[in-house]
């Protein structure tokens, strides 16, 4: 039999709306409830693969039941502004999906779910999908009713066959249960005093309601008395409860069939909502899709590359060719043509050899007066590099333009930003060359082109170098630390089970709950909804003090994570013959504009503990005539809060090379600076960082052990202390929620929708980012400036050594022994004048043969 889906689309999108972490779209239009909605939509069409569906909505206009009783759901709040905006989306999505909608004035969304489960149920079994358990009295042989229980991405399936089993009673008996117990969500009265064990007990007993009043007399005086005085209100209880399956629709079933692939028209509502990994799936129709900034462009004439000799000799003469390649196939634009290219795969493929495509790119990518537009010049260089080529000629990154006028971090593919414009997708290259226009103009029209002809375009080929130099790996070092850390590991297994009294399996959540909260009646915290224990971090180290076991499992994770990521985790990445790694700088990838690090991610090797920092032992200078050289920034952040906020007290300290944090701690604490002890100078640097950071008092508090109110007291304290920086906090704050954004030193900006939320978590997490990221992305600004000096200065000077490392504020260098105190000098110079502050830039330069040495 064909199945028919029936969703409670109010409570289902109201569910992923708090499930799903804030989505807005570029121009601030909050989504989350849509896409969490809308995922789930998808993965119920594949797992279940239902004929039909229909998705039910409430109206705004009174029921049936508000007739009845006037405060019927009176107690309920007003949806959120940022949900309801989302309702008209989400309907607009549906429509084009052509999933049907069914909504009906003075009937709820139950109602309308319950005629069409019973309606149809001759020709369909229904499953109704809902986070109502009022749905639970609809479950019957031909209708399944699956409730939501974690968000929206757990479901409990209720049948006939299980129904009692799971809930303790029959589906038909649940109208009666609510009569007697009420329904506080929905203001059902009840009757007063009688709770939901009592409820269940009676309904038990007697099986239905008119059974239980008819034999009220044989219970307790206490329970006697409340039925009888709340009979009227059980059997309006009742008829409030009851959901109405004969409502006056009218829906014919084939119109709820699905049909797929979805309409195109689909996917460009998802474009538009910026639902990247929705569009990645295989489930629209072919299909232009258009934008409401649609390219006015003639689109290009493709031609195919026959004769790559006759190719050359035209496209020697071009001064400007827009190129892109998949690795695999290549489009060359000029002269408002798009020619294309491929690889042969076998001799009966009519592509190009290889050899014809290298000579093509050694053409087109080595005369220097030349102008190249590619999406990702770095990688486009790696290619180039396997066969050989150097990237001579001048070149433009759109994919970093567009990074640029995004202010969002969000890294979208080409073919997401073609959609974005109404571009064809069989024009790559032509539409490159026309991405190129419209981001560049963007950024002219913000100021911002010289952030990116002076920074992030030659920054590329700076990382570009980076990545290809590669850093060398103590393989040997290496072996001794996995050696320690899996003798380690088994030790402690053991220790663990010897204490457990039994063996398990430590990386089991399920199995270590049940030996650690059950077993051994180690104090727990409260079980989830799903009957699970919760053996996180934070959990644990609570209990760590005052017992042995956990301290133990405790350390085996943090074995087990060193293990897996810095040894295992390395052990693929590290190149056989040189045994260097080499990773992959992101460049466009962050809000704040920092660069992150993958495979192998270089930028979270631990730093907090001896034992983290001892990591750095696996890399190495080059060989016996190279020597490591590291500098990094010192308080880089601060001093740009110094001199952003123009707090005096911040600005003279700096100047006079004071050591902020013991200041900070005379400050605090109150005592004169000379008898601030080690503790209080802790303390204070928490303080200092935690500003930065918008940190509360809380946050404070667990950062130092003490309490929110003395943390407080702290923070307080502070700012009273430095009132400039509190004044340009909030100032910063300020502005984010005018404008919608902040910038850093440079001009790069950052939106930050979060800050207008209703929502208080989500607004305070804005208010935060628009306090540090004016910090965090200058720092990232001017660090990449003294990167690429620094490069510069290197190639123009001779020197063979090499910047081979980047680490937020740290910079490492593979220099030759013969060259370091050059090298140092370049390094410690061109970092601490990358900018010019009110305070000064200071970096430390440290040397060894190793980077822990060198740190």
Same mark, same amino acid.
């Given at each position: 039999?064909?199945?028919?889906?029936?969703?409670?689309?109010?409570?289902?999108?109201?569910?992923?709306?708090?499930?799903?972490?804030?989505?807005?779209?570029?121009?601030?239009?909050?989504?989350?409830?849509?896409?969490?909605?809308?995922?789930?939509?998808?993965?119920?069409?594949?797992?279940?693969?239902?004929?039909?569906?229909?998705?039910?909505?409430?109206?705004?206009?009174?029921?049936?039941?508000?007739?009845?009783?006037?405060?019927?759901?009176?107690?309920?709040?007003?949806?959120?502004?940022?949900?309801?905006?989302?309702?008209?989306?989400?309907?607009?999505?549906?429509?084009?999906?052509?999933?049907?909608?069914?909504?009906?004035? /003075?009937? !709820?969304?139950?109602? $309308?779910?319950? &005629? #069409?489960? @019973?309606?149809?149920? +001759?020709?369909?079994? *229904?499953?109704?999908?809902?986070?109502?358990?009022?749905?639970?009295?609809?479950?019957?042989?031909?209708?399944?009713?699956?409730?939501?229980?974690?968000?929206?991405?757990?479901?409990?399936?209720?049948?006939?066959?299980?129904?009692?089993?799971?809930?303790?009673?029959?589906?038909?008996?649940?109208?009666?249960?609510?009569?007697?117990?009420?329904?506080?969500?929905?203001?059902?009265?009840?009757?007063?005093?009688?709770?939901?064990?009592?409820?269940?007990?009676?309904?038990?007993?007697?099986?239905?309601?008119?059974?239980?009043?008819?034999?009220?007399?044989?219970?307790?005086?206490?329970?006697?008395?409340?039925?009888?005085? /709340?009979? !009227?209100?059980?059997? $309006?209880?009742? &008829? #409030?409860? @009851?959901?109405?399956? +004969?409502?006056?629709? *009218?829906?014919?079933?084939?119109?709820?069939?699905?049909?797929?692939?979805?309409?195109?028209?689909?996917?460009?509502?998802?474009?538009?909502?910026?639902?990247?990994?929705?569009?990645?799936?295989?489930?629209?129709?072919?299909?232009?899709?258009?934008?409401?900034?649609?390219?006015?462009?003639?689109?290009?004439?493709?031609?195919?590359?026959?004769?790559?000799?006759?190719?050359?000799?035209?496209?020697?003469?071009?001064?400007?060719?827009?190129?892109?390649?998949?690795?695999?196939?290549?489009?060359?634009?000029?002269?408002?043509?798009?020619?294309?290219?491929?690889?042969?795969?076998?001799?009966?493929?009519?592509?190009?050899?290889?050899? !014809?495509?290298?000579?093509?790119?050694?053409?087109?990518?080595?005369?220097?007066?030349?102008?190249?537009?590619?999406?990702?010049?770095?990688?486009?260089?790696?290619?180039?590099?396997?066969?050989?080529?150097?990237?001579?000629?001048?070149?433009?990154?759109?994919?970093?333009?567009?990074?640029?006028?995004?202010?969002?971090?969000?890294?979208?593919?080409?073919?997401?930003?073609?959609?974005?414009?109404?571009?064809?997708?069989?024009?790559?290259?032509?539409?490159?060359?026309?991405?190129?226009?419209?981001?560049?103009?963007?950024?002219?029209?913000?100021?911002?082109?010289?952030?990116?002809?002076?920074?992030?375009?030659?920054?590329?080929?700076?990382?570009?170098?980076?990545?290809?130099?590669?850093?060398?790996?103590?393989?040997?070092?290496?072996?001794?630390?996995?050696?320690?850390?899996?003798?380690?590991?088994?030790?402690?297994?053991?220790?663990?089970?010897?204490?457990?009294?039994?063996?398990?399996?430590?990386?089991?959540?399920?199995?270590?709950?049940?030996?650690?909260?059950?077993?051994?009646?180690?104090?727990?915290?409260?079980?989830?909804?799903?009957?699970?224990?919760?053996?996180?971090?934070?959990?644990?180290?609570?209990?760590?003090?005052?017992?042995?076991?956990?301290?133990?499992?405790?350390?085996?994770?943090?074995?087990?994570?060193?293990?897996?990521?810095?040894?295992?985790?390395?052990?693929?990445?590290?190149?056989?013959?040189?045994?260097?790694?080499?990773?992959?700088?992101?460049?466009?990838?962050?809000?704040?504009?920092?660069?992150?690090?993958?495979?192998?991610?270089?930028?979270?090797?631990?730093?907090?503990?001896?034992?983290?920092?001892?990591?750095?032992?696996?890399?190495?200078?080059?060989?016996?005539?190279?020597?490591?050289?590291?500098?990094?920034?010192?308080?880089?952040?601060?001093?740009?809060?110094?001199?952003?906020?123009?707090?005096?007290?911040?600005?003279?300290?700096?100047?006079?090379?004071?050591?902020?944090?013991?200041?900070?701690?005379?400050?605090?604490?109150?005592?004169?600076?000379?008898?601030?002890?080690?503790?209080?100078?802790?303390?204070?640097?928490?303080?200092?960082?935690?500003?930065?950071?918008?940190?509360?008092?809380?946050?404070?508090?667990?950062?130092?052990?003490?309490?929110?109110?003395?943390?407080?007291?702290?923070?307080?304290?502070?700012?009273?202390?430095?009132?400039?920086?509190?004044?340009?906090?909030?100032?910063?704050?300020?502005?984010?929620?005018?404008?919608?954004?902040?910038?850093?030193?440079?001009?790069?900006?950052?939106?930050?929708?979060?800050?207008?939320?209703?929502?208080?978590?989500?607004?305070?997490?804005?208010?935060?980012?628009?306090?540090?990221?004016?910090?965090?992305?200058?720092?990232?600004?001017?660090?990449?400036?003294?990167?690429?000096?620094?490069?510069?200065?290197?190639?123009?000077?001779?020197?063979?050594?090499?910047?081979?490392?980047?680490?937020?504020?740290?910079?490492?260098?593979?220099?030759?022994?013969?060259?370091?105190?050059?090298?140092?000098?370049?390094?410690?110079?061109?970092?601490?004048?990358?900018?010019?502050?009110?305070?000064?830039?200071?970096?430390?330069?440290?040397?060894?043969?190793?980077?822990?040495?060198?740190?």
């Amino acid at each position: 039999m064909e199945k028919l889906v029936l969703i409670d689309g109010n409570s289902l999108i109201n569910r992923a709306f708090y499930a799903t972490k804030l989505l807005t779209t570029r121009e601030g239009v909050p989504t989350n409830g849509v896409f969490g909605f809308t995922k789930l939509l998808l993965k119920i069409i594949s797992d279940i693969k239902p004929a039909y569906m229909v998705v039910a909505f409430d109206l705004k206009a009174p029921t049936f039941r508000h007739k009845m009783f006037e405060n019927y759901k009176g107690t309920r709040k007003p949806m959120p502004d940022e949900l309801a905006a989302q309702m008209p989306i989400m309907k607009s999505l549906l429509s084009a999906l052509n999933i049907r909608m069914c909504e009906k004035e /003075g009937y !709820e969304a139950d109602d $309308l779910i319950g &005629t #069409l489960s @019973r309606k149809f149920e +001759d020709r369909v079994h *229904s499953i109704i999908i809902t986070g109502d358990r009022d749905s639970y009295q609809l479950v019957n042989s031909r209708t399944d009713v699956y409730i939501t229980k974690t968000g929206v991405s757990e479901l409990l399936k209720l049948t006939e066959k299980n129904f009692k089993e799971l809930i303790g009673y029959e589906p038909r008996q649940v109208v009666d249960i609510k009569a007697l117990m009420g329904d506080s969500s929905d203001n059902i009265p009840g009757v007063a005093g009688i709770g939901e064990k009592t409820a269940i007990s009676l309904i038990q007993q007697y099986d239905n309601l008119d059974n239980i009043f008819a034999h009220a007399a044989e219970n307790r005086p206490a329970v006697q008395s409340k039925l009888e005085s /709340g009979r !009227e209100m059980a059997y $309006l209880s009742q &008829t #409030l409860a @009851r959901i109405d399956t +004969d409502a006056d629709i *009218s829906v014919d079933l084939e119109d709820c069939r699905i049909c797929l692939p979805f309409p195109a028209e689909a996917k460009e509502i998802c474009f538009r909502l910026e639902f990247s990994s929705i569009m990645r799936m295989d489930i629209f129709a072919e299909g232009e899709v258009c934008s409401a900034e649609k390219s006015e462009c003639k689109r290009a004439e493709v031609v195919r590359i026959h004769d790559s000799a006759a190719f050359i000799e035209s496209v020697m003469r071009e001064p400007e060719i827009a190129v892109y390649s998949n690795g695999v196939s290549f489009a060359f634009y000029f002269g408002g043509i798009e020619y294309t290219a491929r690889i042969k795969a076998n001799l009966l493929d009519d592509g190009l050899d290889e050899t !014809e495509i290298v000579e093509i790119l050694k053409v087109i990518c080595g005369e220097r007066e030349r102008r190249l537009f590619l999406y990702g010049k770095k990688n486009m260089q790696h290619r180039l590099r396997q066969y050989g080529i150097d990237l001579l000629c001048r070149a433009e990154d759109v994919s970093i333009l567009k990074y640029l006028t995004d202010y969002t971090g969000k890294d979208d593919d080409l073919s997401l930003a073609e959609q974005s414009y109404g571009l064809p997708p069989e024009t790559h290259a032509q539409n490159i060359f026309l991405l190129h226009d419209i981001f560049y103009a963007n950024l002219e029209k913000d100021g911002l082109i010289s952030l990116y002809r002076d920074v992030e375009l030659p920054l590329s080929d700076v990382l570009f170098d980076m990545e290809v130099a590669g850093v060398k790996v103590d393989v040997g070092t290496s072996a001794v630390f996995e050696k320690k850390y899996r003798e380690e590991a088994e030790k402690i297994t053991e220790d663990i089970y010897e204490q457990a009294g039994e063996k398990f399996n430590l990386n089991s959540p399920a199995q270590l709950g049940k030996v650690l909260f059950d077993d051994l009646q180690i104090p727990s915290p409260k079980k989830s909804k799903g009957g699970k224990y919760s053996t996180s971090a934070d959990i644990l180290e609570k209990l760590a003090d005052e017992h042995a076991i956990v301290r133990d499992i405790l350390r085996y994770r943090r074995i087990q994570k060193l293990l897996s990521t810095y040894i295992d985790g390395f052990r693929p990445l590290i190149h056989a013959a040189t045994q260097r790694v080499h990773t992959n700088y992101n460049q466009i990838q962050t809000s704040t504009g920092r660069l992150s690090s993958t495979n192998p991610n270089l930028q979270n090797i631990p730093v907090r503990d001896e034992e983290g920092r001892e990591l750095r032992k696996l890399f190495l200078a080059s060989d016996g005539e190279h020597i490591l050289l590291d500098a990094d920034y010192s308080q880089i952040e601060l001093r740009l809060l110094a001199h952003f906020s123009g707090c005096k007290e911040l600005i003279e300290a700096y100047n006079r090379g004071d050591d902020i944090h013991a200041l900070t701690a005379s400050q605090v604490f109150d005592v004169p600076l000379e008898t601030v002890d080690s503790h209080m100078r802790r303390s204070a640097k928490a303080v200092n960082f935690g500003i930065i950071y918008g940190i509360s008092d809380f946050g404070l508090a667990k950062n130092l052990g003490i309490s929110p109110k003395r943390a407080g007291e702290y923070i307080k304290k502070y700012f009273e202390t430095y009132s400039d920086v509190k004044n340009y906090m909030d100032t910063n704050v300020a502005f984010a929620k005018e404008h919608g954004y902040v910038t850093t030193i440079l001009g790069r900006k950052r939106v930050i929708n979060e800050i207008k939320s209703a929502n208080f978590n989500i607004r305070s997490f804005g208010e935060r980012a628009a306090m540090n990221m004016p910090l965090q992305g200058s720092s990232a600004d001017i660090i990449k400036v003294a990167m690429i000096r620094i490069y510069d200065r290197l190639k123009r000077e001779g020197l063979r050594s090499k910047l081979i490392m980047q680490v937020h504020d740290e910079l490492v260098i593979d220099a030759l022994i013969s060259e370091k105190e050059k090298v140092a000098e370049i390094l410690k110079y061109e970092m601490e004048h990358a900018a010019e502050l009110r305070v000064p830039l200071v970096a430390e330069v440290h040397e060894g043969k190793n980077w822990y040495e060198a740190k």
